[in-house]
């Protein structure tokens, strides 16, 4: 899906040039990404800008998880975007999951530093230092604090949204006085996650822990969203991490106890990024371009205007703007196009960009009292009395959500195949994208083996599911111990 610097850089073409999307998903994604204007790159490898319309999307979803952060006791902070190298070292595991990513300051005004900074991959390494300060004692326990910020990993393949060398994310860190609360921590957050996902980008996501192989580096363990997208891959959306005491033993960070001992209390952290943008393309697009849900998208509902000469175009634009307003009020998103274009480029453009509803209205619809309203996802067209837009399109929206989180959950489901032996197991991935669920041995050689032999495979999700009694792994034939999903990943 990478694309060459100066091919990005190119004139942009008409809205009806972009690739099929079943010949080339890579092309339509990158299209769709860049036509819609949601992104697009820029002369510094890897990094992208995000364009008015894309940062709209990045706020509703940013804003839908934030009031989660928040109603779950948490307080948002910032954290500075450069860690000394001595603070990045200290955490040798962390450090080495992270090493060829590090990006780092070695020069300022001129002059050489005595220690490289680092711009931050994430941001444990200072702040393990800074609440060694902070903490005393468990009265100042639980710490809940999440930051919203741009992190930097020197990606060597990028792609807009999915995998870039900067991007924008929430990272939650907290310390607790038990590992109990910890866990419950981690839980938490992970549930928002999920919430986030099928609640408001309509993508019903498969969760559960990640293996070690696969958790985060330095976490006691890892709760993942594993979303799948409409080519059969799976995107890792939203983690949360059980951190043990590995950091606040390695910054020495203690506190006196309800006994009146030292002791290290123990971390979390969690994230989500705008990767997730990605995501709701892949899992949602079609060979028009975007398909939003409405709860996120920028614009719920355009009006086009349809008319011929300037006495009909002040007619209609009067009554679309009057009609916008009313939408405003009752609370969608509405939105008109008055651009000097013909109504067929206008319905393509909205099309491109997922707008859920698009109301069209023209002198016959003005004369009938009534509005057309034509439908994203099935492209239905339903006249509307004009009186009742206001009051219906909510509801409307309402069904959009939910008929799209059902067409994504059929999509998953028609790539999930039960698994039982390693001829079932690889012949789910020798000729296309799947998701393969059966029951595996929990061992690091068995999931290093099949990644190996069925081309990139790994284990994206261990679920909550037990193994049926006596079964074996369906990868190697030994005894179970867990159930898991195997999938391609991006």
Not at 152 to 171: G, I, K, P, V
Not at 335 to 355: A, I, Q, S
Not at 421 to 437: G, I, T, W, Y
Request: charged share 30%.
């Amino acid at each position: 899906m990478a694309e060459e610097q100066d091919v990005a850089l190119a004139e942009p073409e008409y809205v009806e040039h972009i690739r099929r999307k079943a010949d080339d998903f890579a092309g339509w994604y990158n299209d769709v990404v860049r036509k819609a204007e949601l992104a697009d790159y820029t002369p510094v490898r890897g990094c992208m800008v995000i364009r008015p319309y894309g940062y709209a999307l990045w706020e509703n979803i940013r804003d839908a998880l934030d009031g989660m952060i928040k109603a779950t006791g948490h307080q948002n902070m910032y954290f500075p975007l450069l860690i000394p190298e001595s603070y990045l070292a200290r955490e040798a595991e962390h450090i080495e999951g992270f090493a060829p990513e590090v990006a780092w300051v070695t020069e300022g005004g001129g002059e050489k530093l005595s220690e490289r900074l680092a711009i931050r991959p994430t941001s444990e390494t200072i702040i393990g230092p800074l609440y060694k300060r902070w903490i005393r004692s468990y009265r100042d326990l639980p710490v809940l604090v999440n930051q919203w910020v741009n992190v930097m990993r020197w990606e060597m393949r990028t792609r807009l949204f999915l995998r870039t060398a900067e991007f924008l994310w929430q990272e939650g860190h907290t310390f607790h006085e038990t590992t109990e609360e910890a866990g419950e921590e981690a839980q938490k957050m992970h549930e928002c996650y999920v919430r986030l996902a099928e609640d408001w980008l309509a993508i019903p996501p498969l969760t559960g822990r990640k293996t070690e192989t696969e958790k985060f580096a330095g976490a006691d363990y890892t709760l993942t969203c594993e979303w799948i997208m409409s080519d059969g891959r799976a995107l890792q959306t939203g983690t949360s991490h059980h951190l043990g005491q590995n950091f606040t033993r390695v910054y020495d960070i203690t506190f006196a106890g309800r006994d009146n001992t030292r002791q290290f209390p123990f971390g979390t952290s969690w994230g989500l990024s705008t990767r997730a943008i990605g995501g709701l393309i892949m899992a949602h697009g079609d060979e028009a371009g975007l398909v939003l849900p409405p709860r996120v998208a920028p614009i719920q509902a355009v009006i086009v205007p349809i008319f011929r000469g300037e006495e009909e175009a002040a007619r209609v634009l009067d009554a679309a703007r009057a009609l916008r307003d009313e939408l405003t009020a009752a609370g969608v998103r509405a939105h008109v196009d008055d651009r000097e274009e013909k109504p067929g480029f206008k319905f393509n453009d909205w099309e491109l960009r997922g707008v859920p509803l698009r109301l069209e209205l023209g002198p016959r619809d003005l004369d009938a009292g009534q509005v057309t309203v034509v439908d994203r996802l099935e492209r239905v067209k339903t006249q509307v009395p004009a009186a009742d837009v206001p009051g219906r399109l909510p509801g409307l929206l309402d069904d959009f959500q939910a008929r799209l989180l059902e067409r994504a959950r059929a999509m998953r489901d028609g790539f999930t195949v039960e698994v039982g032996d390693r001829e079932a197991l690889l012949s789910a991935f020798a000729d296309r994208n799947s998701v393969a669920h059966g029951p595996w041995c929990a061992t690091d050689e068995c999931e290093g083996e099949v990644k190996d032999a069925a081309r990139g495979v790994t284990i994206r999700v261990i679920d909550d599911a037990e193994p049926p009694a006596g079964a074996t792994c369906a990868a190697c034939g030994k005894a179970a111990r867990h159930t898991v999903y195997w999938a391609r990943a991006y």
